[in-house]
């Protein structure tokens, strides 16, 4: 029998929804929002009872040189494949279970999230809730609207995007780690466009001074056309894969260095963020596949 989101962990939705305090609507003062450790305790269970042995993290030093990097005052970026919703907590749960500094770094890091987490369903912005979040409105949803009839709702997503780049200003050298996934959206079969990186991740790249790139293989949670909440849940070996250090500036230099003016420099850097990403996820999945054999 097929489950999801909403058959598989009743009692934790009715735990985490019970102590949520996550708003569920966006405006200017409420673009940052603090982690619930009670949801993440929740979201932690949910995690360990879908990853099967053998799941774990490769590229702990890597974190770890990361996490040094930010305390020591530079601005630091993890760019992460997004197949799902539970993408974020794979990542904060198998660094903690690493041990070491796993607790220190899933501590520090603020994840980029869009509007539709906290706004579209009260359940999924609870559990969202449990992780600390800077909330921005995508900026194509702003292109989907009509400058007419929508005046209110551009403005307003404007204001929030203001208000969250004061916030990553506010928080980027305080040893904090800026989660930002760069296709913008979770991976769906059905729409190949979905693992295209958006041109924004550009201004983050150029804004930030280290980052590393996380591969993510295995799925213990698959999109659906539908809710979120009926997403489906199952078990499975689970890897994440750091990459080293990268110095964000000359990522950046060498991959607009060959360009030329009519060629679109944002957009080949999102490109080949996610050519980078494609290649460890590739290599990654070739070593799982072994690991299951």
């Not at 569920?24 to 042995?53: C, K, R, W």
């Not at 539970?86 to 509007?115: F, H, N, P, Y």
């Not at 041109?199 to 213990?220: E, P, Q, W």
């Amino acid at each position: 029998m097929t489950e999801t989101l909403n058959t598989g962990f009743r009692d934790q939705i009715k735990r985490v929804v019970a102590g949520s305090t996550a708003p569920t609507f966006i405006t200017e003062d409420n673009v940052y929002q603090e982690g619930n450790p009670n949801a993440l305790s929740i979201l932690d269970e949910m995690v360990d009872h879908l990853t099967l042995p053998g799941s774990g993290l490769d590229g702990m030093e890597n974190l770890e040189a990361l996490l040094e990097k930010a305390k020591s005052g530079k601005s630091c970026l993890l760019l992460v494949e997004h197949y799902s919703n539970l993408d974020l907590s794979i990542v904060s749960t198998l660094a903690r279970r690493e041990g070491g500094k796993g607790k220190e770094i899933s501590d520090a890091i603020i994840a980029i999230a869009g509007m539709k987490l906290n706004e579209d369903n009260p359940v999924v912005a609870a559990f969202a809730g449990a992780y600390s979040r800077i909330i921005i409105c995508p900026s194509r949803s702003l292109l989907d609207l009509d400058p007419e009839k929508d005046k209110e709702e551009i403005k307003r997503g404007n204001a929030i995007n203001r208000a969250a780049m004061k916030a990553i200003i506010r928080n980027k050298y305080k040893g904090k780690l800026i989660l930002v996934f760069p296709s913008g959206t979770r991976y769906r079969p059905w729409e190949p466009d979905s693992k295209k990186g958006v041109r924004d991740i550009d201004s983050y790249v150029r804004s930030f001074d280290y980052m590393c790139f996380v591969a993510l293989n295995g799925k213990i949670l698959h999109v659906q056309q539908t809710d979120m909440m009926n997403d489906v849940i199952t078990k499975d070996v689970v890897r994440v894969t750091v990459s080293p250090v990268v110095s964000c500036e000359e990522f950046r230099n060498k991959v607009i260095e060959p360009l030329s003016e009519n060629d679109d420099k944002k957009q080949e850097v999102a490109n080949e963020i996610m050519k980078v990403l494609e290649k460890m996820h590739n290599d990654a999945e070739t070593a799982r596949a072994k690991l299951i054999n």
